[in-house]
């Protein structure tokens, strides 16, 4: 049989007890922080998706609508009564695709110069009435 424990023995085995039962809470707390930042990287990812795919569907509905101007520009072209009148009807009604081509490339052109902060500056100075006076 075990002899009963003298006065520093049982303070012994109460540190050890302390000490193990610290480790284990601090493993309980690494796994949980671990998890935590696993759901935050996965909850990261999936509204980086659902952004995509609501910007793949806004890219679908804009050319499904310049499309439908087109064909509605091509039709009212085709029903003129004489040529003259649909030459003159092309000139003055622009194509709404070549239109967005032409905007899309102009913006990636002005990305390619300047940053975003700049493009704010910028903006900010040609909408101001006043940018060349000093305010004191």
């Given at each position: 049989?075990?002899?009963?424990?003298?006065?520093?023995?049982?303070?012994?085995?109460?540190?050890?007890?302390?000490?193990?039962?610290?480790?284990?809470?601090i493993?309980?707390?690494?796994?949980?922080?671990?998890?935590?930042?696993?759901?935050?990287v996965?909850?990261?990812?999936?509204?980086?998706?659902?952004?995509?795919?609501?910007?793949?569907?806004?890219?679908?509905?804009?050319?499904t609508?310049?499309?439908?101007?087109?064909?509605?520009?091509?039709?009212?072209?085709?029903?003129?009564?004489?040529a003259?009148?649909?030459l003159?009807?092309?000139?003055?009604?622009?194509?709404?695709?070549?239109?967005?081509?032409?905007?899309?490339?102009?913006?990636?052109?002005?990305?390619?110069?300047?940053?975003?902060?700049?493009?704010f500056?910028?903006?900010?100075?040609?909408?101001d009435?006043?940018?060349?006076?000093?305010?004191?």
């Amino acid at each position: 049989m075990s002899e009963p424990k003298t006065g520093s023995e049982l303070a012994l085995l109460r540190v050890k007890r302390k000490q193990r039962k610290m480790r284990r809470d601090i493993d309980k707390m690494n796994k949980q922080a671990q998890v935590h930042e696993e759901n935050r990287v996965e909850a990261s990812l999936i509204g980086e998706l659902k952004a995509a795919q609501s910007n793949n569907r806004n890219t679908k509905m804009k050319d499904t609508v310049y499309e439908a101007i087109s064909v509605g520009r091509t039709e009212t072209i085709e029903n003129q009564p004489n040529a003259r009148s649909a030459l003159r009807l092309e000139a003055l009604l622009p194509d709404p695709i070549q239109e967005r081509k032409t905007r899309q490339k102009a913006q990636k052109e002005a990305k390619k110069v300047m940053n975003r902060h700049d493009q704010f500056h910028v903006n900010k100075i040609m909408t101001d009435d006043h940018w060349g006076q000093r305010n004191y």
